[in-house]
């Protein structure tokens, strides 16, 4: 299908293929291009092996934004006592032409009012982002040596571009109630 619309998001050039039989098949969708909540995004192709109740994934693309070069994952999404667990088996990204790695220890687990993240970290060998549970219902994000330019794939005004490196910390305590309370640091040294 050559449109596909929904809300203000839409998607460009698409196919998708789905054959499941008795909890076994597979699946696979492409869009070469789309605009999701105003960003243009490039190319994403995702893919999945049925059997049973678990699904082997893959989610490729090239040129997501700006400065995502490269995204390659593959995992598992397997049933958890709270509801699924996912897992990223093998990853390939290229962000600001630098090779990251997920930590191959990862897990996510989600249900309806849980979350549970273990050794959910990703680096280029200078730089780390670290997302953990709080209580298994908060979230802690930790930013070491981000490059800021990073937001400009996200401004709608493309009149004001920022750069510079971050470290940054930001705590919600409960990400399931309605107005949650966000706590933070952000650390720039030099703002371009």
Known sequence: FPFFSLD?????NNNAYINLKNKLGYL??????????????????????VSGDSIQWAIISEYLLDSVE?????????????????KVLNNDLKIYNKRWK???????????????????????????????????????????????????????DRKMQFDGEVVSSLRINDIFIK????????????MT
């Open 8 to 12: 203000k998001n839409r998607l460009f």
């Open 28 to 49: 696979s969708m492409h869009s070469d291009s789309s605009m999701i909540n105003a960003m243009r995004l490039g190319m994403i192709d995702l893919s999945g092996n």
């Open 70 to 86: 490269k995204v390659s994952l593959k995992g598992l999404l397997t049933p958890h006592h709270e509801g699924y667990q996912v």
């Open 102 to 156: 997920l930590n191959p220890d990862n897990s996510f687990a989600f249900g309806k009012g849980y979350i549970d993240l273990e050794n959910f970290n990703i680096t280029d060998g200078s730089r780390t982002l670290e997302v953990k549970d709080i209580l298994n219902k908060g979230l802690l994000v930790n930013v070491n040596r981000f490059r800021f330019d990073a937001i400009n794939a996200f401004l709608p």
């Open 179 to 190: 107005s949650p309370d966000v706590y933070g640091t952000f650390i720039i040294d030099q």
